[in-house]
């Protein structure tokens, strides 16, 4: 149990500005945020509640050290926990509802149909759309933690088949078990980016101008 304590790691990472000079590592961080910036700003246009870049550069962060982090030895990744990961999912999808009903809740319920829907088809969309947007916590959350899952169960089944190989086929499966581990890289910060911009998108589905009913 103690190695949920990882998570609170990344916190030792954030405040280094404060007592350090500039390094290497302040200066990529500047980098990641300042592009992280950028993509949330074309997301979210002119509409842009204060504060709420700010949330996903946090959330991404935070997805994206967990996943590091787990791939060290002997450290339980907290993002491949299904507990963790809806945690994160549910709570932003929540709040998008809420003031979707308070604000716009004619426009949410028109926003079942799409515009040209035939008529007979107009309660299986507005079903099939009502699903969809149920289900988009549990879909971000399935989708980050499998991926961590099974990058995590490869290694560990191809590193057990070591005992019994040859020196040939050894060296072969350390070379398999080093790319792979390259893919769990570049795997950790892919679904840390996934989950930040499928967040954002669901949010300016919400708080665009044609939705917004205090702007009709």
Not at 28 to 45: P, Q, T, Y
Not at 72 to 87: A, D, E, G
Not at 162 to 179: H, K, M, R, T
């Amino acid at each position: 149990m103690l190695n949920w304590l990882s998570i609170l790691i990344v916190i030792f990472y954030f405040p280094q500005i404060y007592w350090l000079i500039n390094s290497q590592i302040s200066k990529s961080f500047l980098k990641i945020i300042f592009f992280l910036k950028k993509e949330l700003l074309v997301i979210f246009g002119e509409i842009n509640i204060q504060g709420t870049i700010f949330l996903y550069i946090r959330i991404f962060f935070f997805i994206i050290f967990s996943n590091f982090i787990g791939l060290f030895p002997y450290i339980f990744t907290s993002t491949s926990h299904i507990s963790l990961t809806l945690t994160l999912a549910l709570p932003l999808w929540l709040g998008r509802i809420i003031i979707s009903i308070i604000f716009q809740y004619n426009n949410l319920f028109a926003h079942l149909v799409p515009v040209g829907t035939p008529r007979f088809l107009i309660p299986v969309i507005v079903v099939i759309e009502s699903v969809r947007n149920i289900i988009r916590p549990l879909t971000l959350s399935i989708r980050l933690a499998a991926n961590i899952v099974a990058g995590h169960l490869l290694l560990t089944l191809l590193g057990s088949q070591g005992a019994n190989l040859s020196f040939i086929n050894l060296i072969v499966l350390f070379i398999s078990l080093y790319l792979l581990l390259l893919l769990e890289v570049a795997v950790a910060c892919i679904q840390s980016y996934v989950f930040t911009i499928l967040n954002s998108l669901y949010l300016n589905e919400l708080i665009s101008n044609k939705f917004n009913k205090t702007i009709i």
